[in-house]
């Protein structure tokens, strides 16, 4: 049996065929939850759970790997980096939000229109539209309630958002808006405020469903070439000082 890697497929072109493949997918995570200790590899993650990478919904198996890697990068960033928040640019239902906050001892800032995505541009090709992906505010409350006395919630569009955001420093960024003038937005703003020894994960980096997003993360280190950026196969990619 051959599964595709999405990263270098991408996702299904219509509604239609992206249920399919959902609940292909999701066939996909029983298997491999059930046989975990073969597929999955091994970490020090609290509760952590293949099970619970499906909590919201989310049945891509690949999310599990990709959130393993959040989980351990803000960790190490909070052993590396002693003062400064988090921040998470894009939060949809929460989950990243809920590993941020459960492997990191630092407060959350969190940014998002809560309208769904802008309106895309040249560079992010045709699959998203303006809305896509909208989670209200409210339901990413219920969703982090547990940690809401750590979370700090910036409500609207970037890059005009940015402008009502007062900080000092970011000890770990994750970068999440699958458009390319979001997510280079972010980057300009973040990195005014990156610690020396901080880190940026930028999810969707190398999906076909997100071209822009990987333009942005090439053009922010072309012009900040002190930068350096690593894929990764799960589809998302680090970028960090060097």
């Known amino acids: 049996m051959v599964f595709k890697n999405h990263v270098s497929d991408g996702f299904p072109g ?3 065929s992206r249920n399919n493949w959902d609940s292909a997918a999701h066939q996909r995570a029983q298997v491999f939850g059930k046989a ?24 891509h198996f690949m999310n599990t790997y990709r959130r393993y890697f959040l989980s351990q990068a803000v960790r190490i960033a909070d052993q ?6 988090n921040v998470e640019i894009g939060s949809y239902l929460g989950f990243g939000s809920r590993i941020m906050l459960r492997n990191s001892t630092k407060d959350l800032l969190v940014v ?22 909208s989670v209200s505010d409210l339901q990413f409350r219920k969703n982090i309630s547990e940690f809401s006395s750590r979370v700090k919630i910036h409500k609207g569009w970037i890059p005009k958002i940015f402008e009502s955001i007062a900080i000092d420093k970011i000890s770990f960024i994750y970068i999440d808006v699958d458009l390319y ?16 020894k901080a880190f940026i994960l930028c999810d969707d980096y190398g999906f076909k ?4 997003v990987k333009r942005a993360c090439d053009e922010f280190v072309s012009e900040n070439p002190e930068f350096v950026v690593l894929p990764l196969p799960v589809g998302s990619a680090l970028i960090f000082r060097v």
């Open 181 to 196: 003038e979001p997510t280079k937005s972010a980057l300009n703003w973040a990195v005014r405020y990156l610690d020396q």
């Open 112 to 133: 998002d229109s809560f309208e769904g995505l802008s309106t895309p541009n040249e560079f992010d090709g045709n699959y998203w539209k303006p809305g896509d992906l």
């Open 80 to 85: 590396r980096i002693a003062d400064g928040v």
């Open 14 to 16: 219509n509604l239609e």
């Open 36 to 59: 975990r200790q073969i597929y999955i590899p091994h970490h020090p993650v609290e509760n952590w759970d293949f099970e619970e990478e499906i909590f919201f919904g989310e049945t």
């Open 209 to 212: 469903t997100c071209p822009g």
